[in-house]
């Protein structure tokens, strides 16, 4: 029976990381990296302003602000989506003359 007790195997029995004290992976191994959390935050905002933006739209035949509650929900996508941001760009412009209408009390 030979036992090796070089002074690099028994440094080496030392150094090695103990597989109970690892990070594990849990709920961040799916992000990746940075571009991963890039599209992680994408898709969230994808969501929630699409959420908001068909309640808006549902609410253009149901009774309620539909008129508030569509450039909220595309604010919110302007965030994160170029053609959320021309959208609301087209809604402002359609929105100025009945803006300046209201201001001369008309």
């Given at each position: 029976?030979?036992?090796?007790?070089?002074?690099?195997?028994?440094?080496?029995?030392?150094?090695?990381?103990d597989?109970?004290?690892s990070?594990?992976?849990?709920w961040?191994?799916?992000?990746?990296?940075?571009?991963?959390?890039?599209?992680?935050?994408?898709?969230?905002?994808?969501?929630?302003?699409?959420?908001v933006?068909?309640?808006?739209i549902?609410?253009?035949?149901?009774?309620?602000?539909?008129?508030?509650?569509?450039?909220i929900?595309l604010?919110?996508?302007?965030?994160?989506?170029?053609?959320?941001?021309?959208?609301?760009?087209?809604?402002?412009?359609?929105?100025?003359?009945?803006?300046?209408?209201?201001?001369?009390?008309?």
């Amino acid at each position: 029976m030979c036992q090796n007790t070089d002074a690099s195997h028994v440094e080496s029995l030392f150094t090695q990381s103990d597989p109970m004290k690892s990070e594990s992976p849990g709920w961040k191994s799916w992000l990746g990296g940075a571009q991963d959390h890039r599209t992680g935050k994408r898709v969230v905002i994808g969501i929630i302003g699409g959420t908001v933006t068909l309640i808006g739209i549902a609410l253009i035949v149901l009774p309620g602000p539909a008129f508030i509650i569509i450039p909220i929900g595309l604010s919110i996508l302007a965030t994160e989506f170029m053609w959320a941001r021309r959208w609301l760009q087209k809604a402002k412009k359609m929105a100025a003359p009945l803006k300046a209408k209201l201001r001369r009390g008309g």
